[in-house]
């Protein structure tokens, strides 16, 4: 687009020339000037407007789903994240695949899906801020992906600061829990190993006051 107005605007400035210096056309001069300005204040007018609209994109709330696989060890999660520059509002899933991901763990199983239907919309959601709900383990949502063979998808709805409804499409990705989970570093192993060293230290320390000699 700017191209083609930078083009347009030299044809017109060696059209301008040709008119002033070579027809002598001083009346068409003074009508161009006039024209010339009008121009100048619409493209301006335009620029800043498009401007503003790329402002308002990169400010807009995106709260998006994903299977979270890595932040907890060998567990994975349904996360979904604002990763706009504004809060989203009563942010919840319509799920249109032929099916979800199903929780496999503990005894709440029948606690609703996260965000799942608009009875189950999320309050609010700050930039970057993210919530999540254990699936089970990383095993057993891998084989749930594998054997069910579909896409999990559908539709993330939520509201604006200004209360504007959007409604944006999302797809899960899958493809990493069909072919089995890796890390990219061994932090979260190691951060998960640790915590069992108090355990561990008291066990030790029990241990050495039995090899004393009692008095």
């Known amino acids: 687009m ?4 930078a083009i347009a605007a030299g044809i017109t400035a060696l059209w301008a020339i040709w008119e002033a210096f070579v027809e002598k056309n001083i009346g068409f001069v003074n009508v161009f000037a006039g024209s010339a300005a009008v121009i100048t204040g619409v493209i301006s007018a335009f620029t800043a407007l498009r401007s503003t609209e ?8 995106y709260p998006y789903p994903y299977i979270d696989s890595t932040s907890r060890y060998s567990l994975s999660q349904l996360r979904i994240r604002n990763v706009g520059g504004t809060a989203a509002h009563d942010i919840y899933l319509e ?3 032929n099916s979800i991901p199903k929780r496999t763990v503990g005894n709440d199983s029948d606690i609703p899906l996260l965000a799942n239907g608009k009875d ?3 309050a609010v959601l700050l930039p970057y801020e993210s919530v999540s709900q254990l699936l089970g383990t990383a095993n057993d949502v891998s084989k749930q992906a594998k ?8 539709y993330v709805n939520f509201k604006d600061s200004r209360g504007q409804k959007h409604r944006i499409p999302f797809l899960l990705d899958i493809t990493h829990l069909r072919f089995g989970l890796f890390y990219d570093t061994e932090e979260t192993r190691t951060m ?3 915590q069992n060293l108090p355990k561990q230290i008291n066990e030790l320390a029990k241990a050495v006051k039995s090899l004393k000699p009692n008095r």
């Open 192 to 194: 998960y190993e640790l």
């Open 2 to 5: 700017s191209w083609a107005l």
């Open 54 to 61: 790329l402002t308002e994109e990169r400010l807009r709330p």
């Open 95 to 97: 799920w249109t695949g």
């Open 120 to 122: 189950n919309a999320i």
């Open 147 to 154: 054997a069910e063979g579909s896409e999990w998808k559908g």
